[in-house]
């Protein structure tokens, strides 16, 4: 099946596209990490034992990450069904609603237990939307761009992931600024309440997308896959592995973006919460030029290559950077900070999309994706909690969480040494491994 040629101007378009809507979902997704560090403790738990009321409000957290291989498998579903663009509406919409009711929410010592009840509720609503945003972002990217530039294009998400993260730590600095009363009372829901606007926003720019010419082809000649996920279980459940492995690496992303700034601002380190919400805010700004510079250097020599690179560096970079903070030396922790997680990671992170998409057909691209990495990512976001277990009591056991994050690269370094290089593979070739009447017999016409 030879795909039709994608009109001049589309990728572009749609890489934007995905750039800012991912941007937008992400800051609602990233908001609720920094107030579950610095806000939750207080408001929805009970503060008379601060580091129980911690550790429950990084299991928040976590909650967000556990619902994302449910909302995957439903979302992967349809969007393997009915096309890229519909999901990529909905999750925004979604994502929107649940932030800006989060911000509406009455507190512990309004409501009791129903507070953190309701809490969850909204947490798990938007891990559903996370679930579906980033793989049908990525589907639609990597089938709309050349095939010489898919690292290029499909890294337009993750940088507009890092974009939504910077926007988020950027909100909360004034607001974790503001004097403890007000900040307890109305200052964190500032930002939630501004995702109605997020929401608005992102729904006029990505209606306007067009469905990629990989999937409307496929519709109209093979036809669109009944059930997804036999034939991605059947034809690529090693590739659904190795993303799953891979996925892991994001355990980096919240070690860094949670447990470590809960961990500088505590008692034993002291930084203050203004600080440590720059060291997130700088490192996110160099990413965002560091991910397509990675992602466009794997289009040149490969994928594999440029993600060890990020999986097996933060590793290494991980023990220096929560070392920093450690020492209480604000601009060591800044340093080595915006090097981790501008640098280092960027490699990993800026390249996925186009590795793990280049796995699969486009018949299941999308549920391949979306399974595999919301499975692995549900990991990484319950790393946090196990972090703060693994910290000990008083939480300063740096080196445990530096080595716990160190082992969670592991199972990415293996997935990418396993994994075939597919940076000179045609985008209509991804995939077709497998034979081909199987499929056809699992597929009907659009």
Not at 151 to 175: R, Y
Not at 240 to 261: D, E, K, N, P, Q
Not at 347 to 371: C, D, H, K, Q
Request: net charge neutral; hydrophobic share 50%.
């Amino acid at each position: 099946m030879s795909v039709p040629d994608t009109p001049a101007g589309q990728p572009r378009k749609a890489a934007m596209a995905a750039w800012i809507g991912s941007a937008l979902e992400y800051y609602d997704f990233f908001i609720y990490g920094s107030a579950a560090a610095l806000i939750f403790p207080e408001v929805f738990f009970d503060e008379s034992d601060p580091a129980t009321a911690t550790l429950l409000s990084l299991a928040t957290f976590g909650v967000a990450y556990a619902a994302r291989p449910v909302g995957a498998l439903f979302l992967g579903h349809f969007g393997d069904r009915l096309g890229r663009k519909k999901i990529m509406v909905f999750t925004l919409i979604l994502m929107g609603v649940s932030t800006f009711l989060i911000g509406c929410l009455p507190t512990r010592d309004q409501v009791g237990t129903l507070a953190p009840v309701l809490l969850v509720l909204c947490r798990v609503l938007q891990g559903i939307s996370a679930a579906g945003e980033q793989a049908s972002a990525n589907s639609m990217t990597l089938e709309h761009a050349p095939p010489d530039r898919r690292g290029f294009f499909t890294s337009f998400t993750l940088s507009g992931t890092q974009g939504g993260q910077l926007l988020a730590t950027l909100v909360f600095i004034p607001v974790a600024a503001l004097p403890e009363e007000q900040l307890l009372s109305w200052g964190w829901r500032v930002p939630f309440w501004m995702s109605i606007a997020v929401a608005v926003v992102g729904y006029v720019i990505r209606r306007k997308l067009k469905e990629t010419p990989a999937f409307e082809q496929q519709a109209a000649t093979e036809g669109v896959v009944k059930l997804p996920l036999v034939v991605l279980m059947r034809e690529h459940w090693a590739d659904v592995l190795r993303v799953i492995g891979g996925a892991l690496v994001a355990s980096v992303s919240t070690i860094f973006t949670v447990w470590a700034l809960s961990y500088a601002t505590s008692d034993s380190v002291g930084m203050s919460k203004s600080s440590m919400l720059w060291v997130g805010a700088l490192a996110n700004l160099v990413a965002l030029g560091a991910i397509p510079l990675w992602a466009t250097l794997s289009d040149r020599i490969g994928r594999r290559p440029v993600f060890l690179v990020g999986a097996a560096g933060s590793a290494v970079m991980m023990f220096l950077y929560l070392w920093s903070i450690s020492t209480g030396s604000y601009p060591l922790t800044l340093l080595l900070g915006i090097v981790t997680f501008g640098v280092v990671y960027s490699a990993a992170n800026g390249v996925w999309p186009s590795f793990y998409g280049e796995m699969f057909s486009t018949r299941v691209r999308l549920s391949g994706m979306a399974i595999g990495t919301q499975i692995g990512f549900a990991v990484a976001g319950f790393a946090v909690t196990f972090a703060a277990q693994i910290a000990g009591p008083n939480g300063d056991d740096w080196s445990a969480v530096a080595l716990f994050t160190a082992a969670l690269c592991v199972p990415p370094v293996v997935a990418a040494l396993s994994a075939r290089e597919t940076v000179k593979v045609p985008t209509e070739q991804l995939g077709e491994r497998a034979s081909g009447k199987a499929a056809q017999r699992e597929t009907v016409t659009a």
